[in-house]
């Protein structure tokens, strides 16, 4: 057996029997268990694409496509295809989806200016990042983090 985060490879066969309660066993633990190996490349495109926005700090010397493509060694084109059929979304609305949620934590947070969380998210400028924002949330980045402050000050005052 061979254990990597979030994933398990059995290296023997299961008869459908140990397979129906393993299924069981992990979906009582709120896991699931995949052996289509398309469903199982996209997970892994997916756990790839979260890593990248939410737990890197360093800018990929590459662009999206051939980052996907060194990483799970895979051609770009046939993970975009599999992606697509299997998600009914591109790579990159969901890479997209995932910048606007990290934007979203960094404005809440507060700490940052959001010249600083473009640069941080690899906008190629703050314009690029407002655009995005607002086309995706309905609200420009300055609209929500007043939003939260208000927020903030009318949960203060109860």
């Given amino acids: 057996m061979a254990v990597n985060l979030g994933e398990v490879e059995i290296l023997g066969d299961l008869s459908q029997e140990q397979r129906d309660l393993l299924d069981v066993a992990?979906?009582?633990?709120?896991?699931?268990l995949m052996d289509d190996k398309k469903s199982i490349l996209v997970e892994k495109?997916?756990?790839?694409?979260?890593?990248?926005?939410?737990?890197?700090e360093g800018q990929i010397k590459v662009n999206l496509s051939d980052y996907l493509?060194?990483?799970?060694?895979?051609?770009?084109?046939?993970?975009a295809n599999l992606f697509s059929e299997v998600k009914g979304?591109?790579?990159?609305?969901f890479?997209?989806?995932?910048?606007?949620?990290?934007?979203?934590?960094?404005?809440?947070?507060?700490e940052?200016?959001?010249?600083?969380?473009?640069y941080r998210l690899h906008y190629s400028s703050l314009a690029h990042l407002s655009n995005q924002f607002k086309k995706m949330t309905g609200f420009t980045p300055s609209d929500f983090r007043?939003?939260?402050?208000k927020r903030r000050s009318t949960l203060e005052n109860l």
Wanted: glycine letters at 2%.
């Fill in 26 to 32: 992990l979906r009582k633990s709120g896991l699931e």
């Fill in 45 to 56: 495109v997916k756990a790839v694409i979260i890593e990248l926005v939410h737990y890197t």
């Fill in 69 to 79: 493509a060194e990483k799970l060694h895979y051609d770009y084109t046939y993970l």
């Fill in 89 to 93: 979304m591109s790579i990159e609305k």
């Fill in 95 to 110: 890479y997209l989806y995932h910048k606007i949620e990290k934007v979203k934590e960094l404005l809440i947070y507060d």
């Fill in 112 to 118: 940052l200016s959001l010249s600083e969380i473009a």
């Fill in 146 to 149: 007043k939003l939260k402050n």
